[in-house]
């Protein structure tokens, strides 16, 4: 059984299922599928996030403020330790800092980023990164302000084996995505050859970034058993080996989920 460890259940294209999460999540299902976190990333979604999280058994959720929605409002560490507190909550973010996208709020990101990990430490949380052409800053930030104890991971990752080895040294995981799957990503895929199996997670990001031979179309769930596919080929391993492994490793990192 998989577990896709990163989704925006509440920003789905539902055209195709007459707008009914639960005909998503049923597809999920079937192609094995048995938990979803489902990802908070601004002030304006947590309560949207935590509503799916209480439908359904095998959701769960997270809330905080992507580095590209900071302009929408930021949030203090107490209030982010308040809405940690909710229902299913499982972890801060998706948080962390993008300069691909956004370099004019990058003392902002920054901040917002740096409040993430210390409220994450204070509630006893992992913390869930987003990190995009900020390798530096970003481990950075994780060494002055995160807790290595509860850590976190870097999701869908990109980055080199460097910046993952360092991620790794703090206790970090590395979920990886459907670009592991593109045929551009060799350097990544070198990456998921390396990564040590006990730090390692799956996912999609739906509905971003869907996994080849789904690659342009919107993404969903089910496609994370495409990522698990490529991935334990990759590693010549079977894929209900990856799934396992896959599953208590998130499960050990998200102890409230489990």
Same mark, same amino acid.
């Given at each position: 059984?998989?577990?896709?460890?990163?989704?925006?259940?509440?920003?789905?294209?539902?055209?195709?299922?007459?707008?009914?999460?639960?005909?998503?999540?049923?597809? =999920?299902?079937? /192609?094995?599928?048995?938990?979803?976190?489902?990802?908070?990333?601004?002030?304006?979604?947590?309560?949207?996030?935590?509503e *799916?999280?209480?439908?359904?058994?095998?959701?769960?959720?997270?809330?905080?403020?992507?580095?590209?929605?900071?302009?929408?409002?930021?949030?203090?560490?107490?209030?982010? *330790?308040?809405?940690?507190?909710?229902?299913?909550?499982?972890?801060?973010?998706?948080?962390?800092?993008?300069?691909?996208?956004?370099?004019?709020?990058? %003392?902002?990101?920054?901040?917002?980023?740096?409040a993430?990990l210390?409220?994450?430490?204070?509630?006893?949380?992992?913390?869930?990164?987003?990190? &995009?052409?900020?390798?530096?800053?970003?481990?950075?930030?994780? /060494?002055?302000?995160?807790?290595? %104890?509860? =850590?976190?991971?870097?999701?869908?990752?990109?980055?080199?084996?460097?910046?993952?080895?360092? =991620?790794?040294?703090?206790?970090?995981?590395i979920?990886?995505s459907? *670009?592991?799957?593109?045929?551009n990503?060799? %350097?990544?895929?070198?990456?998921?050859?390396?990564?040590?199996?006990?730090?390692?997670l799956?996912?999609?990001?739906?509905?971003?970034?869907?996994?080849?031979?789904?690659?342009?179309?919107?993404? *969903?769930?089910?496609?994370? &058993?495409?990522?698990?596919?490529?991935?334990?080929?990759?590693?010549?391993?079977?894929?209900?080996?990856? =799934?396992?492994?896959?599953?208590?490793?998130?499960? /050990?990192?998200?102890? /409230?989920?489990?």
């Amino acid at each position: 059984m998989i577990v896709d460890s990163h989704c925006h259940l509440d920003r789905l294209n539902l055209d195709k299922f007459d707008g009914d999460l639960d005909a998503v999540l049923d597809l =999920a299902r079937e /192609r094995g599928v048995h938990k979803f976190l489902c990802v908070g990333v601004s002030l304006d979604n947590v309560d949207r996030v935590v509503e *799916i999280a209480g439908q359904y058994p095998d959701v769960v959720c997270s809330v905080g403020i992507h580095p590209l929605d900071v302009d929408s409002g930021l949030a203090t560490e107490d209030r982010l *330790i308040e809405l940690s507190a909710k229902p299913k909550v499982v972890a801060l973010g998706e948080t962390g800092l993008d300069y691909y996208y956004s370099t004019d709020t990058k %003392e902002t990101q920054r901040e917002s980023f740096a409040a993430h990990l210390r409220a994450a430490g204070r509630a006893g949380l992992p913390v869930i990164v987003h990190t &995009r052409d900020a390798r530096e800053d970003t481990l950075e930030l994780i /060494r002055a302000h995160g807790d290595p %104890e509860h =850590a976190g991971v870097l999701h869908c990752f990109t980055e080199s084996w460097e910046m993952a080895r360092a =991620a790794l040294d703090l206790n970090y995981y590395i979920s990886l995505s459907g *670009i592991v799957t593109f045929k551009n990503a060799g %350097e990544l895929r070198d990456v998921a050859r390396k990564l040590p199996l006990d730090r390692l997670l799956v996912e999609t990001d739906s509905p971003y970034l869907a996994p080849v031979p789904y690659r342009g179309k919107p993404n *969903i769930p089910a496609y994370v &058993r495409e990522v698990a596919e490529f991935i334990a080929e990759l590693r010549g391993l079977a894929l209900e080996e990856l =799934a396992e492994i896959t599953t208590e490793n998130f499960n /050990r990192l998200f102890p /409230r989920a489990a």
